[in-house]
């Protein structure tokens, strides 16, 4: 999608499940890791799907939000529309249509951690409709398996055939009746509910992408487990996975269609298993395509960038240098 798209964060609930956390803050000021917030997480994808402004739709506790960025993050531009008492999403996903000129809307629920790819989901989407990220939903039990009458197996909370809304949504501006109509309620109930019966609502799904809904302890612990360790980078992500004297493994993490630049390391060699997904590594210019259980090793001083065209992890063992590595120019 072309055109100036606005970005707008659903922040104002009273995160009730999480106390006593949220009895001091709210929750999207929970930290994942030391430092470092779920509102930080995405503050840190919406600028680098190269949203320049945004609005945080706060409600209870604003005033913490707002000290906290003040009128902009990391070079976003920030303003805050506050509802004084709760009426639901539609309400302030409606302040912000009513009050900002785009052509599009990217929102999100404030309390979401996921690795969705946001500029794809821009980049994907359909003048004239409504997209909303979907992804698969997991059981949150284990599941025993029957048949004849007997047990044969048990399954600990395996991935179901079903599709839940991930909490992402762009609306282009040209659908802004559709939800300005109403004065309050749920969007989920009210509005898109008769996009879908008119055909305007379409879905983005990736595949295996981390996503977590914070709504409990339990769901915070999950979320701060996957982020022990983890740098989030503009490309996904790396995360430190083992330290010794000898070695050090890093788990590497690419969104499609983006770059790891071209670097090299003066000391370190390092070996590259491909996990999941497709890409390409550039060494000393050499392409070399790669997929599920690839490996590449890389010598020192040889320059390499790496590019994926699907979602793309990796495991990366090396020397234990940490900081050895030089930025290089094509």
């Known amino acids: 999608m072309a055109g100036t798209i606005i970005g707008g964060v659903l922040c104002g609930g009273l995160g009730k499940r999480l106390r006593p956390i949220t009895d001091s803050i709210p929750k999207s000021l929970i930290e994942i890791k030391e430092g470092y917030s779920i509102l930080d997480r995405q503050l840190f994808q919406m600028k680098h799907a190269g949203i320049q402004k945004l609005y945080l739709l706060a409600g209870y506790l604003h005033e913490k939000i707002e000290e906290r960025y003040g009128n902009s993050w990391d070079g976003v531009e920030i303003e805050y529309l506050v509802e004084e008492r709760p009426r639901g999403t539609l309400f302030a996903i409606n302040s912000l249509l009513k009050t900002a000129e785009a052509e599009g809307y990217l929102i999100m629920n404030g309390d979401i951690v996921t690795d969705i790819n946001i500029k794809q989901m821009i980049g994907q989407s359909v003048k004239g409709t409504v997209s909303i990220a979907v992804t698969q939903l997991v059981s949150p039990y284990g599941i025993v398996e029957l048949s004849n009458g007997k047990i044969t197996g048990f399954k600990e909370k395996p991935t179901l055939p079903y599709?839940?809304?991930?909490?992402?949504?762009?609306?282009?501006?040209?659908?802004?009746?559709?939800?300005?109509?109403?004065?309050?309620?749920?969007?989920?109930?009210?509005?898109?509910?008769?996009?879908?019966?008119?055909?305007l609502l379409n879905y983005y799904l990736e595949e295996g992408a981390f996503w977590q809904s914070v709504d409990s302890q339990k769901d915070l612990e999950a979320v701060r487990k996957e982020f022990v360790n983890r740098i989030d980078k503009p490309w996904g992500y790396e995360k430190m996975i083992a330290v010794t004297d000898k070695y050090i493994t890093t788990q590497l993490y690419l969104m499609k269609d983006c770059w790891i630049s071209q670097h090299y390391h003066r000391q370190r060699d390092e070996t590259i298993h491909i996990f999941s997904g497709e890409g390409d590594i550039y060494l000393e210019g050499e392409r070399i395509k790669v997929g599920k259980g690839d490996i590449v090793h890389i010598m020192p001083g040889k320059r390499h960038k790496i590019f994926s065209r699907e979602p793309l992890t990796m495991l990366c063992y090396s020397t234990p240098l940490l900081d050895d590595y030089t930025p290089s120019f094509d």
Not at 173 to 197: C, H, M, Q, R, W
């Open 163 to 199: 599709y839940i809304n991930a909490g992402i949504y762009l609306i282009h501006a040209d659908l802004k009746n559709d939800f300005v109509t109403y004065e309050e309620g749920a969007v989920e109930n009210v509005v898109f509910p008769s996009l879908a019966k008119k055909g």
